[in-house]
């Protein structure tokens, strides 16, 4: 006993030690972050085995379960897309999942609802309305092979010949009501150019079953050349504590298309819960046979007993630019593959900062007609050029402009001889303001002519701010009303000292972020030095800087809206040109055009946004307005100071109201001046579509 006693102590003093050594040797942690290492591919040996062997036999015979979802559709529009996307459609569905050893997949459309949230006609691939089966099969395919077809699967015996792996962190992931130890594998091509997916895997660390995915696809990969970012995020969880079956999957589809200079990006999002599996079932093998994915009659889908509204139900942040998973991803890859195996040229395509620079209407051109376009020989540059003709002024424009793209600082060649319009704030879109002067002689454009040569520099982003500068030698020369309109006439343009000289500037902006109390904001903003001579001025170095500031939040369940503009310009002798113009039904509503005006001006909007009754309007096969319209009541002051002309100096309040109508794109504002004012109505499209306008 005495001897036992002893080769028993002996084991156990012995046994850590060669426990340790053995860890240090196989441990995923001491090969982390190399690729290809031993450990990381033993690992995925293990994985592939274990998934080959899932889909021949483990006992796992059939199921059937329920799955339950949302498809979205989403636009967005607007420069680097830095308004939130809204959403279009939202449909909501219910789905009966059926699956077959070794691998017979069936699935049978029993619930869908949508709802029409802006005017759009719809359709969506038919394995958009299914979940993904197996983590995918050995060959990936999505959007019916429209999207991605026959891409090799990670964990494929194809796979281990096609893709790099390297161990990640050891993490802790929630899988329902489990708490699970995985080790996250990340995932490249061998050879970027060719098509591949890029993300990571998250392997349990005791069984190296697949616990969940996040991919997105090369470029070569992506067979539609519309498409930008194609990510998909699966979760699996264990049922009955030894099948690895769909728990949650999401899908995002982001497709990009340029409507002339005005970006525009339709966003496709599905979200799946699974659930209410029943295993081995003895499901009879008629079941299968047929497409994999089929729908019950009309009535039948309508009939499903979803509860509630469509958009009662719809999570929350998939209206929002949030995007957690998918920038997860994206970043990753960027990480793990060079950019250009992602991304792709433009070529030739037709090009202008919206319809206003192809026609337009104002007192100085007259009726304008344009054209532009943009070059893009090799991904490394583009040159854009843009002219314009006015046909009372018959008077030439154009701009042109030399980029170097795929660069840290993104420089920009140009040379311009065209129009600028003085103030900070557009009254209303050029669209509304072309119809206005052509009609009316309302013109809300005050221009002067601007030749200008230079270099503009895009900086990148800091704190959440995309910032420019740019360096420029401009002429500014006065321009004269030439046209005549349909009724009434014109006034005359605002007189300019013409000039030449230097001029720098260091403009800004953000994306909408998130604010205390709830709230979102985004802000922009410039300051502008020049030192310009002739007519009066000698060289004197004169400044000018404005801002502005919306932020959007709710107070007891009804959206505010506020918006704050501030401007001012320094100098001995600033020029007229750059003084702070307001006035007009955005900068001043219920006050003249420009008509208050002086070196310091400020311009604050509160609205408070209602939905109210309303007339639901169809609109064939883009389905019906909603049965509601919004009220929003505001209150608007501005301020002029610092020498403002005609005495003008202080505070002119102002109070109106907006209806908006048709999924709140068309916009009736009225509103009256309460200091020496008038009452004031005007029609307009949202503001979100100026800019295409």
């Not at 992506?222 to 769909?246: A, K, M, Q, S, Y």
């Not at 030095?529 to 800087?545: H, I, K, T």
């Not at 883009?622 to 002029?640: D, E, K, L, W």
């Not at 100096?649 to 068309?666: C, K, Q, R, T």
Request: hydrophobic share 40%.
């Amino acid at each position: 006993m005495r001897l036992l006693r002893t080769a028993l102590l002996c084991l156990a003093l012995l046994a850590p030690a060669e426990l340790a050594a053995q860890a240090d040797t196989t441990a995923p942690g001491a090969q982390q972050g190399q690729w290809n290492s031993p450990s990381v591919l033993a690992l995925v040996n293990s994985a592939i085995s274990l998934r080959q062997q899932q889909l021949a036999d483990t006992g796992l015979r059939d199921y059937q379960a329920m799955a339950r979802g949302y498809l979205t559709f989403l636009a967005q529009l607007g420069d680097e897309f830095r308004l939130p996307p809204k959403i279009v459609k939202a449909d909501q569905i219910a789905v009966q999942v059926f699956w077959k050893a070794p691998n017979q997949s069936k699935q049978i459309l029993v619930g869908l609802r949508d709802t029409l949230l802006l005017p759009g006609d719809i359709g969506y691939y038919r394995d958009r309305y299914g979940i993904i089966q197996n983590n995918f099969p050995d060959r990936i395919r999505l959007g019916d092979g429209n999207d991605v077809r026959d891409v090799p699967h990670p964990l494929s015996p194809l796979g281990r010949a096609t893709y790099d792996y390297a161990l990640g962190d050891s993490v802790r992931i929630e899988l329902g009501d489990r708490t699970i130890t995985v080790n996250e594998v990340r995932v490249r091509p061998r050879d970027p150019s060719r098509p591949a997916v890029v993300g990571t895997l998250y392997l349990d660390s005791q069984s190296a079953q697949l616990a969940r995915m996040a991919l997105t696809f090369t470029r070569a990969a992506v067979l539609d050349e519309r498409i930008e970012t194609l990510t998909v995020t699966l979760e699996n969880g264990l049922v009955e504590g030894r099948f690895w079956l769909p728990r949650r999957q999401e899908l995002e589809v982001a497709r990009t298309a340029r409507w002339l200079d005005f970006p525009a990006r339709g966003i496709i999002r599905g979200r799946w819960e699974i659930c209410c599996y029943e295993v081995n079932q003895s499901l009879p093998p008629d079941r299968f046979v047929g497409p994999e994915i089929i729908a019950l009659s009309p009535d039948e889908l309508r009939s499903y007993p979803f509860g509630g509204l469509v958009v009662d139900s719809i999570p929350e942040d998939v209206g929002l630019a949030t995007q957690q998973d998918v920038e997860l991803v994206r970043a990753r890859a960027e990480e793990l593959v060079r950019a250009r195996a992602l991304d792709r040229g433009r070529g030739v395509a037709l090009s202008g900062r919206g319809l206003s620079e192809f026609i337009r209407v104002n007192r100085v051109e007259g009726l304008a007609l344009g054209t532009g376009g943009l070059l893009t020989p090799i991904p490394a540059f583009s040159l854009s050029a843009h002219a314009r003709y006015g046909l009372e002024d018959e008077k030439a424009k154009g701009r042109m402009a030399l980029t170097l793209n795929n660069v840290r600082f993104t420089p920009e060649l140009f040379a311009e001889w065209d129009h600028r319009d003085m103030g900070d704030i557009a009254e209303t879109s050029r669209a509304r303001n072309s119809l206005a002067a052509q009609e009316f002689g309302s013109d809300y454009t005050n221009p002067y002519e601007v030749r200008a040569a230079g270099v503009r520099l895009g900086i990148g982003n800091a704190a959440g701010v995309r910032w420019r500068m740019e360096g420029a030698y401009e002429t500014h020369r006065q321009l004269y009303v030439h046209a005549s309109p349909a009724n009434g006439s014109y006034e005359r343009t605002f007189p300019v000292r013409e000039i030449h000289g230097a001029s720098a500037s260091l403009s800004g902006d953000t994306r909408y972020m998130e604010g205390p109390a709830g709230t979102v904001y985004r802000w922009g903003g410039r300051v502008s030095l020049a030192m310009p001579y002739g007519s009066g001025s000698s060289g004197d170095l004169a400044g000018r800087a404005s801002m502005t500031l919306d932020v959007e939040g709710r107070v007891s369940g009804r959206r505010v809206f506020s918006r704050t503009t501030v401007a001012g310009v320094v100098g001995s002798n600033p020029l007229p040109q750059h003084r702070v113009f307001l006035g007009g039904p955005t900068s001043a509503p219920g006050y003249d055009y420009h008509s208050l005006t002086g070196r310091v001006g400020v311009s604050q909007r509160v609205e408070l946004w209602q939905s109210v009754p309303f007339v639901a309007v169809p609109l064939g096969r883009f389905g019906r307005a909603p049965a509601s319209m919004t009220i929003a009541p505001y209150v608007h002051a501005a301020y002029v100071g610092g020498d403002a002309a005609g005495g003008r100096e202080g505070v002119y309040p102002s109070i109106g109201v907006a209806g908006l109508f048709l999924f709140d794109l068309l916009r009736l504002d009225v509103a009256r001046g309460l200091r020496y004012g008038r009452w004031s109505f005007g029609v307009d499209v949202s503001r979100d579509l100026w800019g295409i306008l």
